[in-house]
């Protein structure tokens, strides 16, 4: 479904909630802010791609929110962000298009393993090195909320080591193409360590 007109290019380093979160360090915001930060993206994508998302009425939602006030907000960023990935899944060109946004939604997503979704669709539209670049300019340069994120995706966007055998898998005997590209990247590695927020 498309929605009626098309959104401004949300930037990876702009806490889209306002200037008050902006100085602010991330450890001190609480659940509900970030929750909003994250949505606030993520609509940003979806209406980039004329994608509409409605709520469904579901009150096994509105139980769980008596118990868990924020359950149905992560219930629609949940669904929003599976919108996307399956508008953007198998199309490269479209990505590309949006790799801003797309990259903003990444870098406002602070889940353990939901950045994943949007790392393996920017590796193959613009190349691994490209997107460690500009994760890297977010953890170097970026506004506390998107560089502590951009810091946690970092190891879903390094290059994977690969084993040819179980028994190198066991052994710690990692493929020579695998090293390669991770020795291609060692620059970009070194920089990150140097400027990753503490935990």
């Given at each position: 479904?498309?929605?009626?007109?098309?959104?401004?290019?949300?930037?990876?380093?702009?806490?889209?909630?306002?200037?008050?979160?902006?100085?602010?360090?991330?450890?001190?915001?609480?659940?509900?802010?970030?929750?909003?930060?994250?949505?606030?993206?993520?609509?940003?994508?979806?209406?980039?791609?004329?994608?509409?998302?409605?709520?469904?009425?579901?009150?096994?939602?509105?139980?769980?929110?008596?118990?868990?006030?924020?359950?149905?907000?992560?219930?629609?960023?949940?669904?929003?962000?599976?919108?996307?990935?399956?508008?953007?899944?198998?199309?490269?060109?479209?990505?590309?298009?949006?790799?801003?946004?797309?990259?903003?939604?990444?870098?406002?997503?602070?889940?353990?393993?939901?950045?994943?979704?949007?790392?393996?669709?920017l590796v193959p539209a613009v190349s691994?090195?490209?997107?460690?670049?500009?994760?890297?300019?977010v953890v170097e340069d970026g506004t506390?909320?998107?560089?502590?994120?951009?810091?946690?995706?970092?190891?879903?966007?390094?290059?994977?080591?690969?084993?040819?055998?179980?028994?190198?898998?066991?052994?710690?005997?990692?493929?020579?193409?695998?090293?390669?590209?991770?020795?291609?990247?060692?620059?970009?590695?070194?920089r990150f360590r140097a400027a990753r927020?503490?935990?």
């Open positions: 479904m498309k929605s009626g007109r098309q959104a401004r290019a949300a930037s990876p380093f702009d806490n889209r909630a306002g200037p008050a979160l902006r100085g602010t360090d991330v450890r001190e915001m609480d659940q509900g802010a970030r929750l909003m930060l994250q949505e606030s993206h993520l609509d940003s994508l979806l209406a980039a791609l004329r994608l509409e998302w409605a709520e469904p009425e579901d009150p096994r939602i509105a139980a769980l929110a008596e118990r868990e006030p924020l359950f149905p907000q992560y219930h629609r960023i949940g669904h929003k962000r599976q919108s996307a990935v399956r508008a953007l899944t198998g199309n490269r060109a479209l990505v590309e298009r949006h790799y801003e946004r797309v990259l903003s939604a990444l870098v406002h997503d602070d889940g353990p393993s939901s950045p994943r979704w949007f790392a393996a669709l691994r090195r490209r997107v460690l670049e500009d994760l890297l300019r506390p909320y998107p560089r502590a994120c951009a810091a946690a995706a970092w190891k879903w966007l390094e290059p994977p080591l690969r084993y040819a055998s179980e028994d190198d898998l066991r052994a710690g005997r990692p493929t020579l193409s695998s090293l390669a590209e991770r020795a291609a990247l060692a620059d970009l590695e070194a927020p503490e935990a």
